[in-house]
Antibody
Framework: EVQLVESGGGLVQPGGSLKLSCAAS????????IHWVRQASGKGPEWVGR??????????AYAASVKGRFTISRDDSKNTAYLQMNSLKIEDTAVYYC???????????WGQGTMVTVSS | DIVMTQSPDSLAVSLGERATINCKSS????????????LAWFQQKPGQPPKVLIY???TRESGVPDRFSGSGSGTDFTLTISSLQAEDVAVYYC?????????FGGGTKVEIK
């Protein structure tokens, strides 16, 4: 089955850290750029960042709102991407999704999302 | 950053009638080297992740009904639902993936009149 499965969400205090995982199956993970998108309750989606493929030097890019605090990585041997979130703020509270982009197909696979709540 | 502006914010259409949503980007999302527009359309229902309907501005995702179509190039794009069905009630977003940061439009809520 073609799917992405996010995990690792939870409740964390402001200033804390959390690491999300995005496990892929059923498609060529190593040929896919992985993007993270978040959505706060009642709001539209917000792009968080992406990591490209080995062929594109695993290049990363981030939204200004998370740059310097969040880091995206991937392990192609495990078909898994990660989102390390540090110095979390209340405004980072959202459902976090991963999705994929290739040269031919765009964002046609999404996970079910994992909830991150930043609160004291 | 590329700003995506969608219109209208909401839309009420009778069953079987046409629904049209517009999206304008603040700069071109047409990549000249491959002549592709880096523009996608998503449908989102409550409690679900966004679902891609259209990418490369006009390529319909597999399994998406052919009543959904995308058109446009450069900075102006349109999503058309040719004959609205009850299951099409949702919020629709355009998104550019031409250059980071990827950006979404503000969304258009489609309802039944």
């Amino acid at each position: 089955e073609v799917q992405l499965v996010e995990s690792g969400g939870g409740l964390v205090q402001p200033g804390g850290s959390l690491k999300l995982s995005c496990a892929a199956s059923g498609f060529s993970f190593s040929d896919s750029a992985i993007h993270w998108v978040r959505q706060a309750s009642g709001k539209g989606p917000e792009w968080v960042g992406r990591i490209r493929t080995k062929a594109k030097s695993y290049a990363t890019a981030y939204a200004a709102s998370v740059k310097g605090r969040f880091t995206i990585s991937r392990d192609d041997s495990k078909n898994t991407a990660y989102l390390q979130m540090n110095s979390l703020k209340i405004e980072d509270t959202a459902v976090y999704y991963c999705t994929r982009l290739t040269g031919e197909e765009a964002f046609n696979i999404w996970g079910q999302g994992t909830m991150v709540t930043v609160s004291s | 950053d590329i700003v995506m502006t969608q219109s209208p914010d909401s839309l009420a259409v009778s069953l079987g009638e046409r629904a049209t949503i517009n999206c304008k980007s603040s700069q071109s999302v047409l990549y000249s080297s491959n002549n592709k527009n880096y523009l996608a359309w998503f449908q989102q229902k409550p409690g679900q992740p966004p679902k891609v309907l259209i990418y490369w501005a006009s390529t319909r995702e597999s399994g998406v009904p052919d009543r959904f179509s995308g058109s446009g190039s450069g900075t102006d794009f349109t999503l058309t639902i040719s004959s609205l069905q009850a299951e099409d009630v949702a919020v629709y977003y355009c998104q550019q993936y031409y250059s980071p940061p990827l950006t979404f439009g503000g969304g258009t809520k489609v309802e039944i009149k």
